[in-house]
């Protein structure tokens, strides 16, 4: 092979490169639909799920055997979610199910709390604000510090001179060795904003995969080991403070297992859910004073368990949204692109590379593009037409390849 | 250049001291570290401008005066001419940049801690691929004697480009492999220095 041909091979490259990139885009660009997905809540008064989503005649509810229902007759079967509605309507039931509704306990369970993989794996800078979890007043406010974890032990860095703070940062390893960590971190999980109704530190999971507790108490370190299950490897800590004080937040395993950790002595209490992927899927925890919708959600259907206050498995639905509208587009796509490359992926929260190959369905894709190719080449004056490596260059990369050796001619 | 380079940079060294001193310090890590703000995002086009200014002042020259011709009809090899242009311009803008990214870690260094100084840098880290991608597409598609073939080159590099200025957190390999491709563009020269050579057509 030439110097010349090697050249023009690398041009190729960056062509192909760059058409992997972008004409998958643009062809999603025309032929992407809408799906939209639809919000299932368990009605205790029908004993059912209510299914609503868009319809040709704007949004409708409809329960599983399809009977339609006004919003005002959801609003009615769902009366814990909507109890604020009915409360200002004068119609919210005093009991149902014998449970006595009173405001306290509806305002109380009246929790949601959402998980995508695009959450949880995105990066973020390792440093945390250590707020006072008893100051005394009502309102949070954040210190001056922020800690880091590394193996040396907590550091706490005072924003207005960006030093270290020695004395405090000594009092908090002390005490996390004192309480048994083994620094460093594996991973950090809190809450780190003031907007809540109060702070509960961090979860921080040590090097060998205990979780402690970490707050600070009147300006005290407060490190707690929560004795987590040992055969639960965890991914990832959602927290969440809320004024019921059952759990703390959620904690998803690698295996796919979501678990409420309880103010209940750090119990792990887990979901009676299943086919949940925390890479592909979103998890949707939708609570109220009956009924907790833990909803699970793919491209093509979501899977809503209702649970009672318990985690007591009521009833699950397992529901396909998706009406094969895209089904065509798809297909074609993976007739005319053999596979696409991008950076950005909506189910991920940092930009890496996406390759994906279109399967089977390609191969004819690929033997059109090699005889197109053969074709062209053919017609081409014999100097710098026809070859083999270029029609081998089309059959291996499809129309992204084809369209490069079209517009960059071979050369001796 | 380094006057421009300079001149944003101290900008920037402003901003952030009156930011902070509005806003405390403590509001202006949280806004960094929790919502993902780049207070050095003013330097975002400076080394694609860089990159661009000093291609069009090395080449067009150049190519306009046809001094290009009498240059590859030297009893030299081509390539190694072509290469060593842009290699001498890659070794210019490259010690712009590094100046740039000297100057922000101080900056960044004297305000934040180092989790915040690496997170700039590995945030720079496209947009001064950027710098060199543009520079050296430019070195080679001036070569490139025929249109057609300059539009296709021209197009795919400002593809490429617009790759690296993608927001959001580049992963290790996505950032290695935007490096592969981005000194990949150089080695295009081989094929337009030859068709310029041969004038073909």
Not at chain 1, 397 to 411: E, P, Q, R, S
């Amino acid at each position: 092979m030439t110097i010349s041909k090697l050249g023009r091979i690398l041009v190729l490259v960056s062509i192909v490169f760059v058409l992997a990139n972008y004409l998958p885009d643009f062809y999603w660009l025309k032929f992407d639909k809408p799906v939209s997905k639809p919000l299932i809540g368990y009605s205790p008064v029908l004993n059912q799920f209510l299914i609503g989503g868009k319809s040709a005649d704007g949004f409708a509810w409809k329960d599983e055997a399809g009977r339609n229902y006004s919003r005002n007759e959801w609003e009615l079967y769902l009366p814990a979610s909507n109890y604020r509605q009915l409360l200002y309507e004068n119609i919210l039931p005093d009991s149902i199910n014998g449970e006595k509704m009173d405001l306290d306990s509806l305002r109380l369970h009246r929790i949601s709390l959402r998980v995508g993989p695009e959450v949880s794996s995105s990066r973020w800078i390792q440093l945390f604000p250590l707020m006072e979890s008893q100051s005394g007043r009502v309102r949070l406010t954040m210190l001056d510090d922020f800690f880091r974890i590394d193996e040396n032990g907590i550091t706490f860095i005072d924003s207005k001179t960006n030093e270290n703070d020695a004395a405090k940062s000594k009092i908090y390893t002390d005490a996390m060795l004192k309480a048994g960590f083994n620094f460093p971190s594996k991973l950090i999980a809190g809450n780190p904003s003031t907007m809540k109704p109060f702070d509960e530190g961090y979860f921080v999971i040590d090097s060998d995969n205990k979780l402690f507790h970490l707050k600070m108490v009147k300006g005290k370190p407060f490190v707690k080991y929560t004795k987590n299950p040992e055969g639960v490897n965890i991914k990832f800590i959602m927290m969440m403070e809320n004024n019921l004080r059952n759990f703390y937040g959620i904690a998803i395993s690698t295996d796919n297992k979501i678990y409420y950790i309880l103010y209940d002595d750090y119990k792990f209490l887990e979901m009676p859910i299943d086919k949940y992927d925390h890479t592909m899927n979103r998890f949707v925890y939708m609570g109220d004073y009956l009924v907790r919708n833990l909803i699970i959600e793919n491209d093509t259907a979501t899977a809503n368990y209702a649970t009672d206050r318990n985690n007591k498995l009521i009833k699950a639905i397992d529901y396909k949204f998706y009406d094969g509208s895209k089904d065509a587009a798809i297909s074609a796509f993976n007739l005319i692109f053999p596979f696409s490359l991008s950076f950005e992926e909506p189910k991920s929260g940092v930009l890496d590379i996406f390759f994906n190959h279109s399967g089977i369905q390609s191969v004819w894709g690929l033997i059109l593009s090699a005889i197109l190719a053969f074709i062209i080449l053919r017609k081409r004056k014999a100097a710098n037409g026809f070859n083999y490596f270029d029609v081998l260059i089309a059959a291996f990369t499809g129309i992204y390849g084809l369209i490069a050796i079209i517009l960059i001619k071979n050369v001796e | 250049m380094l006057l421009v380079s300079l001149l944003v940079l101290v900008y920037i060294w402003m901003t952030v001291s009156k930011q902070i001193e509005f806003n405390e310090a403590k509001t202006m890590w949280s806004v960094i570290i929790f919502r993902k703000y780049k207070f050095f995002s003013d330097l975002q086009y400076i080394p694609l401008v860089i990159g661009f200014i000093v291609g069009i002042a090395q080449y067009a020259p150049e190519a306009l005066q046809s001094r290009l011709k009498l240059t590859l009809h030297l009893p030299v090899k081509e390539n190694k001419i072509l290469i060593q242009m842009l290699f001498a311009g890659f070794v210019l803008i490259g010690l712009l940049f590094l100046f740039i990214e000297i100057f922000l870690t101080i900056i960044t260094g004297i305000y934040f801690p180092s989790e915040i100084v690496s997170d700039m840098l590995t945030t720079i880290y496209p947009w001064i691929l950027s710098g060199f991608a543009v520079y050296f597409a430019i070195g080679s598609i001036f070569v490139e004697p025929v249109w057609s073939r300059r539009i296709t080159l021209i197009i795919t590099s400002i593809a490429l480009i617009s790759i690296l200025f993608t927001t959001g957190d580049f992963t290790f390999s996505a950032l290695l492999l935007l490096t592969i491709v981005t000194f990949i563009i150089p080695f295009w020269t081989i094929l337009t220095g030859y068709n310029f050579k041969r004038g073909i057509k």
